[in-house]
Nanobody, 128 residues
Framework: QVQLVESGGGLVQAGDSLRLSCAAS????????MGWFRQAPGNEREFVIA????????YYADSVKGRFTIARDNAKNTVYLQMNTLKPEDTAVYYC?????????????????????WGQGTQVTVSS
């Protein structure tokens, strides 16, 4: 089992920045690719961004390219989502997720069913 706990959400204004953190526990963190998803009311869960096991490869949704970045610290068992130039349409509950594996990182990690474990989510609200 892997436990994931997100933090850092809140209410910000359009154009502001916010950094989310996701702390993992329970298994060897570096064995898991990590991803962030989001879900707005009435919408399906949407892929945002993902990072490979070592942190050397990242994969982005087009909607966040140039604004969001992801990083991980395997020594601290934590993955970060840096969100810049936030827009009202970024408003959602943000979830981090962990996918077990050690090779083949790529587009398939944009699908929720690639992930084995999920956090409880943290709310991000961007006002206009």
């Amino acid at each position: 089992q892997v436990q994931l706990v997100e933090s850092g959400g809140g209410l910000v204004q359009a154009g502001d920045s916010l950094r989310l953190s996701c702390a993992a526990s329970g298994r060897t963190f570096s064995n898991y690719a990590m991803g962030w998803f989001r879900q707005a009311p009435g919408n399906e869960r949407e892929f945002v961004i993902a990072i490979s096991w070592s942190g050397g490869i990242t994969y982005y949704a087009d909607s966040v390219k140039g604004r969001f970045t992801i990083a991980r610290d395997n020594a601290k068992n934590t993955v970060y989502l840096q969100m810049n130039t936030l827009k009202p349409e970024d408003t959602a509950v943000y979830y981090c997720a962990a996918a077990y594996g050690n090779s083949g990182f790529g587009q398939r990690y944009s699908a929720p069913d690639a992930y084995n474990y999920w956090g409880q989510g943290t709310q991000v609200t961007v006002s206009s």
